[in-house]
């Protein structure tokens, strides 16, 4: 298994500017996450879904922010436009579906870092 | 939200032994302790979980108190590539995020 998949993995851009992050789950999981990670705020959730279906968004920080899951296999988180602030690094994770006795963690991707100037 | 308290930072000998202590006195019966850790530039990283039973795995050792309220992750011998974050975190096994603290920085020194 490949393990979770993120493209790109550095993002230069200018303020303004559109961004978009992929992120390919590991095959079979069936919740996918995307967080972001700061010197200021460490790791913060931004959204999750299930069954690509968006479960709760209550982590993006304003609607410039937003997340789409058109399938299993593929989710983006998009900034626009983008701001200075936003420069972070930004990972995607996944994970199955817990049976009863299982209490199974994340697989979390390599992260893309993203800076606008 | 983070439930857990755990110091900053520690070092540790290589090839010793690297006990990383957890406080979690408000856990409830049915939350689960898991360990993460984030090497410098990667995703954190999935090391052991548990209940009230100590577990063990290839990576690490976790050993919980009888009164679930603290805990502690062990590396047996610690190697320079073990240097990373250590994040300590409780949850539900059904609920389904995970919030990370500050964690606790492993400097293993030669």
């Known amino acids: 298994d490949a393990g979770v998949i993120q493209s790109p993995r550095h993002e230069v851009t200018e303020m303004g500017q559109e961004v978009t992050l992929r992120c390919k789950p590991i095959?079979?999981?069936?919740?996918l996450f995307w967080y972001r990670q700061t010197m200021m705020r460490g790791l913060e959730l931004l959204i999750y879904?299930?069954?690509?279906?968006?479960?709760?968004d209550s982590g993006m920080p304003e609607d410039r922010f937003s997340a789409k899951m058109p399938n299993a296999s593929f989710s983006t988180l998009k900034i626009q436009p983008s701001e200075p602030r936003d420069s972070a690094v930004y990972f995607c994770?996944?994970?199955?579906?817990?049976?009863?006795?299982?209490?199974?963690?994340?697989?979390f991707g390599s992260g893309t870092r993203l800076t606008v100037v | 939200d983070a439930k857990t308290t755990q110091p900053p930072s520690m070092d540790c000998a290589e090839g010793r032994a690297a006990n990383l202590p957890c406080n979690h006195s408000?856990?409830?019966?049915?939350?689960?302790v898991y360990w993460y850790r984030q090497i410098h530039s990667q995703g954190p990283q999935y090391i052991i979980h548990g209940l009230k039973n100590n577990e063990t795995n290839e990576m690490a050792s976790l050993i919980i108190t009888e009164d679930r309220k603290s805990s502690t992750l062990i590396l047996p011998h610690a190697t320079l590539r073990d240097t990373a974050v250590y994040y300590c975190i409780v949850k539900m096994h059904n609920f389904n995020k995970f919030y990370f603290g500050s964690g606790t920085k492993l400097n293993v020194k030669p």
């Open positions: 879904f299930n069954n690509n279906v968006p479960i709760d």
């Open positions: 408000t856990i409830s019966g049915n939350e689960y």
């Open positions: 095959s079979g999981h069936d919740y």
């Open positions: 994770a996944s994970s199955r579906t817990l049976g009863i006795t299982e209490a199974y963690g994340y697989t």
